[in-house]
């Protein structure tokens, strides 16, 4: 069984740690954690591993956010991924920080990145982590609030608890299904 885990977010150094970038964040965590690096392939950076064997390919698009669509249609027909077989890990506004959901389908709320993967996929029924940044931002600030950074306590958050819970929901997920992985962790 393969499965395709895309994490959103932009590439280049004054991204790196922003809160946009959190889905790329999470798939670091977890290559690192299965001893693979990440290689620059088409449209995306890519890694693989095994679990439980399932082969998990994970991929961070190189397109920038609002172009993601094209690396996941791309890889999905390259890797012969089902759609059921696809996970994105996205920052989410409207979830306070620290909670993560995890869904069968949804809209892109206002996500350039979730707009354009269903533009390019024709619909929004695809598996998706929701990884809530908050919303803690005076009116008119959101794109400097999602492109700026987590605050020391949320970094401290994230790299101790949150993205190795995250990590723990993927691998669920291409372990024992969607249905399952939401009982287990979705709060």
């Not at 759609?83 to 909670?99: K, T, Y």
């Not at 533009?119 to 005076?138: E, H, M, S, T, V």
Request: charged share 25%.
């Amino acid at each position: 069984m393969k499965y395709l885990i895309v994490g959103l977010g932009n590439i280049g150094a004054e991204y790196a740690e922003t809160r946009h970038n959190v889905g790329f964040m999470a798939l670091d965590r977890l290559a690192k954690k299965n001893d693979v690096s990440f290689d620059s392939d088409r449209l995306a950076f890519k890694a693989e591993f095994k679990h439980k064997g399932r082969q998990i390919h994970l991929i961070k698009p190189t397109t920038y956010m609002n172009l993601s669509g094209k690396a996941v249609n791309y890889w999905m027909k390259e890797l012969k991924i089902e759609r059921d077989n696809v996970l994105v890990i996205v920052d989410d506004l409207a979830i306070p920080f620290g909670a993560l959901r995890m869904r069968g389908k949804g809209s892109a709320a206002g996500h350039n990145g979730l707009k354009d993967i269903e533009a390019k996929l024709g619909g929004n029924n695809y598996p998706r982590l929701r990884f809530g940044i908050g919303d803690d931002y005076p009116k008119g600030r959101q794109i400097d609030f999602v492109l700026g950074e987590f605050s020391q306590d949320e970094q401290i958050e994230l790299d101790n608890t949150l993205l190795d819970r995250c990590g723990d929901m993927i691998l669920s997920f291409c372990s024992i299904g969607i249905a399952r992985t939401m009982n287990q962790f979705n709060k």
